[in-house]
């Protein structure tokens, strides 16, 4: 269908077009952008290159990861894992790295599924470690009662009030 290598693919549905936001497989320093693809009848794709990048995410350096969308109030929020970042203790950890002492989960805003996105904080969302579960692998959705939710490794967050 396309060339590239993708994997964590998050799928949704805005409207009526199926939409798959997946991330960008490569070596880390070289996973820095994501691509979306969209259909009106899963048979014939479109792709939308490079939707969110480092151009958008200035604290943005290696490992952009595991998208994750929800739309609101007509906007439209990709949560996302970025730089792997690690912490003193664990084994990954590498004190002379400093590509990995910040980043975790970030958040950017576009119009549209298939952007431009911005990043919404300028800065992480969440960048500490809870209950020991690095900041990464993020999922959002909305219940059915309205109440958005955020999840992350070993919990989940409310982020969102009706």
């Known amino acids: 269908m396309f060339d590239g290598w993708y994997a964590d693919p998050e799928g949704a549905v805005f409207g009526d077009t199926?939409?798959?936001f997946p991330t960008f497989s490569d070596d880390f320093e070289k996973q820095l952008h994501f691509d979306a693809f969209s259909s009106k009848d899963l048979v014939n794709w479109k792709k939308h290159e490079r939707i969110l990048d480092?151009?958008?995410?200035?604290?943005?350096?290696?490992?952009l990861w595991a998208p994750s969308i929800i739309e609101k109030?007509?906007?439209?929020?990709?949560?996302?894992?970025?730089?792997d970042i690690q912490r003193p203790g664990r084994d990954s950890y590498d004190?002379?790295?400093?590509?990995?002492?910040?980043?975790?989960?970030?958040?950017?805003?576009a119009q549209s599924p298939a952007g431009p996105y911005k990043d919404y904080l300028g800065k992480p969302l969440i960048s500490d470690f809870y209950n020991?579960?690095?900041?990464?692998?993020?999922?959002?959705?909305?219940?059915?009662?309205g109440t958005y939710y955020f999840f992350m490794a070993d919990g989940a967050i409310a982020i969102w009030e009706n």
């Open 73 to 83: 109030n007509d906007e439209y929020y990709l949560f996302f894992g970025a730089n």
């Open 132 to 145: 020991d579960a690095q900041p990464i692998d993020q999922f959002v959705f909305q219940d059915t009662d």
């Open 54 to 63: 480092t151009t958008q995410i200035k604290w943005l350096r290696q490992a």
């Open 18 to 20: 199926y939409w798959v």
């Open 95 to 109: 004190p002379d790295n400093d590509i990995n002492h910040y980043g975790g989960i970030g958040v950017a805003v």
